[in-house]
């Protein structure tokens, strides 16, 4: 079974940087993980994902702005989220899939954290 715990999260200025983090305990490895951000009273939104490979895959808003990584020996999951926008504004979730491959729908994941808020200023 997978447990996983985001830390992280925080205040900060727009045009300023945070830096997620996602501690997993159980068998992750080879398996998709991903994070994603959800607001009050919208969907959980598919921000990036990452595949053992190393293949990523980002949502349009975030590209060129985040970066996914993943150390499977320490089976920890990062989020470098630069140039933030008050938009960024979200509880953001660690999730794993059971699934090898990622895409950055909702229902391809089976285990998501408690989530870290991040909140950005103008």
């Known amino acids: 079974q997978v447990h996983l715990a985001e830390s992280g999260g925080g205040s900060v200025q727009a045009g300023g940087s945070l830096r997620l983090s996602c501690a997993a305990s159980?068998?992750?490895?080879?398996?998709?993980m991903g994070w994603f951000r959800q607001v009050p009273g919208q969907e959980r939104e598919g921000v990036a994902a990452?595949?053992?490979?190393?293949?990523?895959r980002y949502h349009d808003s975030v590209k060129d702005r985040f970066t996914i990584s993943r150390d499977n020996a320490k089976n920890t999951l990062i989020l470098q989220m630069n140039t933030l926008k008050p938009e960024d504004t979200a509880m953001y979730y660690c999730?794993?899939?059971?699934?090898?491959?990622?895409?950055?729908?909702?229902?391809?994941?089976?285990?998501w954290g408690q989530g870290t808020q991040v909140t950005v200023s103008s």
């Open positions: 159980g068998q992750t490895y080879g398996h998709c």
């Open positions: 990452i595949e053992k490979t190393g293949i990523t």
């Open positions: 999730a794993w899939s059971m699934w090898m491959t990622c895409n950055l729908s909702e229902g391809r994941f089976e285990t």
